[in-house]
T-cell receptor
């Protein structure tokens, strides 16, 4: 299995809602990543987990809360988001955090009303 | 400050017309340079990793090369299905750990 899966594919939420994005990989990778991508812009790194521990947190607002329950799963909990948070949220994984190519999931298209 | 710049921003080619995309970087502590292809609304698809100057990698109509300051993605005799945005990314070692920076991408359109 060489795939990173993300659910849901699309999500529409109000500013007072709480929702979660899910990411899963079964490639035995020990590093997992969350990126945010706005239209016609490159992906921006949000969080990095290495061996289920948060390794990098790129000064992301606290309304985004990552969680890594085990080596195969990565969640992103969303609460009190703003319309400007609407974007494509990408999950990626790599064998380890160093010198390794990342494999991306298809993304979750998030719209905040 | 670490920077990754891609050029051109957009490129239109006739089918069969070869060309090159550029990725220039000003980073310290480069650990690796990666090329990705991204189709609209989808996640980036990994193409190549380059680690040291002089290295070359090939896959079908694509060839990636690396110097100390830039990388090129050569596309030979492109087909319409090669139309996509091509992103390069660099991995650098910083105090906070291994960081990843993407360039702004080159949007390639291949016309039949």
């Amino acid at each position: 299995d060489t795939e990173v899966t993300q659910t849901p594919k699309h999500l529409v939420m109000g500013m007072t809602n709480k929702k979660s994005l899910k990411c899963e990989q079964h490639m035995g990778h020990r590093a997992m990543y969350w990126y945010k991508q706005k239209a016609k812009k490159p992906p921006e790194l949000m969080f990095v987990y290495s061996y289920e521990k948060l390794s990098i947190n790129e000064s992301v607002p606290s309304r985004f809360s990552p969680e890594c329950p085990n080596s195969s799963l990565l969640n992103l909990h969303l609460h009190a988001l703003q319309p400007e948070d609407s974007a494509l949220y990408l999950c990626a994984s790599s064998l380890i955090i160093s010198y390794n190519e990342q494999f991306f999931g298809p993304g979750t298209r998030l719209t905040v009303l | 400050e670490d920077q990754v710049t891609q050029s051109p921003e957009a490129l239109r080619l006739q089918e069969g017309e070869s060309s090159s995309l550029n990725c220039s970087y000003t980073v310290s502590g480069l650990r690796g340079l990666f090329w990705y292809r991204q189709d609209p609304g989808k996640g980036p698809e990994f193409l190549f990793t380059l680690y040291s100057a002089g290295e070359e990698k090939e896959k079908e109509r694509l060839k990636a090369t690396l110097t100390k300051k830039e990388s090129f993605l050569h596309i030979t005799a492109p087909k319409p299905e090669d139309s996509a945005t091509y992103l390069c990314a660099v991995q650098v070692a910083e105090n906070t750990g291994n960081q990843f920076y993407f360039g702004t991408g080159t949007s390639l359109t291949v016309i039949p």
